[in-house]
Structure formats: structure tokens, C-alpha cells
């Protein structure tokens, strides 16, 4: 059984990125993507959603 865990941020730096990555995969989550929300007028990111898995831990 999987896991999923998403993470959602409002700002989008590489360096608020690189903490999320950093800090969920220590804790045993693996990147399985990134999904990034644009509003019309810009192009740059307006927010994130970082997802995350890891095998669920038998009971």
C-alpha cells in the first residue's frame, strides 16, 4: 500500500523547494512530482504542489 502526501506553498523559490525536498525526504517520503499553478498575466509560479509517496508501513 502507498502513501501520498502533498504539499502545498504559496511560495515559489528553489530555495522554499529545496527545504521542502529536503525535509519530506528525510522523513522517508520519496518526490514523485511537482505541480506548479501560473496565473494568466505572469508567468511566474503563483504557487506549488509538491507530491510526495512512501510505502505505507504494515500494521
Not at 529545496?18 to 512530482?33: C, H, I, P, V
Request: hydrophobic share 40%; glycine share 2%; proline share 3%.
Amino acid at each position: 500500500m502507498i502513501d501520498y502526501k502533498v504539499v502545498e506553498t504559496s511560495t515559489v523559490t528553489d530555495e522554499v523547494l529545496e527545504q521542502l525536498l529536503n525535509q519530506w525526504t528525510a522523513l522517508g517520503w520519496r518526490l514523485e512530482s511537482i505541480q506548479f499553478v501560473t496565473r494568466e498575466a505572469s508567468r511566474r509560479p503563483a504557487m506549488a504542489f509538491v507530491l510526495f509517496t512512501r510505502e505505507k508501513s504494515p500494521d
